[in-house]
């Protein structure tokens, strides 16, 4: 590299001969980094690592080049980034990284400790850290995916230093820093008070205070965890033998809702209430075939078929159930009448009349 | 009972024709293997000429959508009669298909 002083230039070939143990470290991280992530189930945005490219180093080595006598005292010649969706798994990767590698304190920084008013940039986590074993020290930082949002955008500018920037820039730029903070908090908040909301709901569940839990998609999954519904899916199957294939029950809670369920506790009372009705439902439409493999959706779709018929719900009752359950088609409407006239048989039926 | 497969852009497209029983079922799951090797597809099983489906079709049709869902792939069942349509109410299949 031209304009490079022959110190500089040795630190360049002592880089070109060490590019093989550089890439050896560098895989080294992030297979350290990906199995502890796996193993505390923690899910992030990116993991990535790379070299310093030979065209940055010289740059750095131009810039201050004297204060390095040899290349392992470039602290970020290897360097990596974990971006997280939340701040606090920040804090959880921070102090997972302190175990897995040796970390030089004297060069890390915790820039959200430093907290100046007057301080430019956003908060991030860099630490300084060696592989056991390895003659060189890496660089990973610690970021949310909005922190690493404004870095990105602050770097696209070209300036390196807070000095650089003309203040009109910089006013603003600290104004969406400070937005962006805020904002991270507000999720940690949000995904901590989601999960004590679950929890509280399958405590409730549990110790069966089903009318205490309001009907969503949250509930209605810790409800179907009991499984409620498999007595009558098994009576179900058994009438031909058949098979039971799992299928998704989300798309029941739209149908539970307009049925006026409103609590988890509505959900219980409507399968007691219609659960043999439904079964001899099935009955009447399966025992003339051979068909030997059900969903397990069968028994709450029967349930529903019941209950929209028992209520008055009639043919435009059912169609609407179609519709919802399989999106708008005109054969819904065949579907419908058929479901209704093979209902009809049932005593069920004989009663509304 | 014949089973073609032709592919249309990101589309694989399986038309259907004549009655899917259990005679028919060997020969059409070895016609299907190409849809559940599909990675990133849509898949369209087109009913259209298909008269009618028993238990064995079903489960073809279970066995497509479970190798898509492995592959990031979506199963689309398209023009069934009314008669299979019966079929995918009663079973609760209704809720496992996309039907167009």
Redesign the interface.
Known sequence: MEGLDLHCRMILEEYEEALPRLEELKENVLVSLREALDRAGLIVTTIEARIKTEESLAGKLALKGAKYATLSDITDIVGARVVTFYTDDVDRIASMVEKLFEIDWDNSVDKRRLHQLDSFGYNSLHYICRYPGSEYRFEIQLRTTLQHAWASINHDTGYKSGIEIPREYMRRMNRLAGMLEMADDEFSRIRTELTDYRRRVHTLVRNGRLDDVLLDGDTFRSYLQARPLDTLNKRIAAINQAEIQDAPLSPYLRVLKELQCNTLGDVSRLIKRYEEDAYLLARHQLGNTDLDIISSAIGLQNICIVCILSTGGGKIGLERLFDVLNGHNSQNTALAELTYQQASALPFMQNNK | MTTTIHENGNQLIAAFAGRLDTAAAVSTMEAVKPLLEAANKEIILDCSELEYI??SG??IF?SIRKEAAAHSSKVIVRS?N?DI???F????????F???
């Open positions: 028993s238990s079903l489960r279970l069934i009314a349509r019966q079929v109410m009663m079973t609760g299949f209704i809720s496992l996309e039907i167009q």
